[in-house]
């Protein structure tokens, strides 16, 4: 759903493109990273587009070079308000450290940092690797699934709650909720659905006060900032972040990723031969399988190349568009596992103070799903009858993504699996 929004009087004519960016993604489905790295040769350094959904209209920087000094300059690039969420509820808490600029955002920032460290998230690599491979064994002799059903949906949903200490039993709460509120593009089904996550939030706070436990939230209760504890609203809005950071997002990175593995055998073939190259394949699929635009609000009038963004604009931080800038990668709409070594470093998880917290957890969960997968299962393809749709609204990914492999010797992989599953 687009909304028609008004052009401000200060946006030159010459630098408005009339489209809805994530309209023209999702109608593009399967070609959208064809067709988005096309907008490097066909569009302005920074062009102007009337709206994106039914949010109003942003300039859109393509030039990896300037999405980096928008980044890395939050006093004049705020992220203030990023998220529409409180808004719509009629409240006033913020996502934070996501919506809270320098200085305060080092605050919040360093309440999360100790629990996403390397060393934490070995810990959990047992964990992550007999999920995986315990889903991995469901569908196994079943020569088919529903992939995002039966895998990139519940695979990082239970990581994420067993990481934050949550009740496993509300995964499927989670697994919906997310879905619909990242996805939407009506205001009435994301307000209703901010409305149950904060219900069941402000729920789970009150249950934690009275019963403090080993999870994020008491872990947050008993923290302080400036020497005070954390008021209501920061602790809500800490909550709903970690809430819609962790979920959708790895869901989504696997749903592109499997779906390229499906539709380009011989890449699939080279993992199998050669896993040591699976690590630098991750990052590979994440340059060119992005899925996060975010926005910035400019707070003083700034020049940036033709553009002369006012106080108020909005900017999109496209990661795809800096992600498949030709002047940083070669070919960059096509996908080569071996680039990797020694190149530019991607923009998957932003750049600046608010790089995602969560980088080395997704990491190690898109490394042990391709890792299990191509151990424990035969190669895989899209399956027969099926049309995988992709949707650009929110976070991108697959919406519909069905597999299928043949089944060799059902007894080999019976053991193949169960043998993964007893190993140390
Ligand atoms: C493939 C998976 C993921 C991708 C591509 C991704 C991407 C991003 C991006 C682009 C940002 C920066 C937003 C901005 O600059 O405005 C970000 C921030 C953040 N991410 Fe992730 N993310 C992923 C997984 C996760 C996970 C698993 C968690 C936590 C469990 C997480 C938690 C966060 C948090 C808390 C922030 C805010 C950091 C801050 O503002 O300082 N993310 N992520």
Redesign the pocket.
Known sequence: MTTEHAVPAHIPPHLIRNFDLWAELTAQGENAYAWAAKLHQSMPPIFWVPSLGFLPGTWIPRRSADLRRI?QDPQTFS?VG?TPYPRLLGESWRLA??EVDPPE?AKY?AL?NPL?TPKKVDALEQDIRELATQLIGQIAQSGRCDFNQDFAKPF?TLI?LK?MGWPLADQPLFQHWTQTLIKSVDPQVVTENAQAITGWIRAHIAECRKNPGDDFTSYLLASEIDGRPLTDDEMLGINF??FI??LD??TS?IGLFFRHLARNPEQQAQLRVKPELIPDAVEEL?RAYF??N?RRTVTCDVQIGEATMKKGDIVL?S?ELANLDPEVFDAADQVDFLRSAGHAPHM???Y????????H??RRE?RIALELWLQLMPPFRIAADTQPRFNAYGVFGMEDLHLEWDLPSATAHAHAVQAQQVSP
Not at 353 to 359: K, L, Y
């Open positions: 980044l992220s990023l450290p996501l955002h920032r999360l996403f990082p994420f990481l972040l970690i950071g962790g997002t790895v990175s994440l899925i996060v975010m931080i990661t998957a998880f932003s600046g103070v608010h790089r995602c917290v969560g980088s957890l997704a898109l």
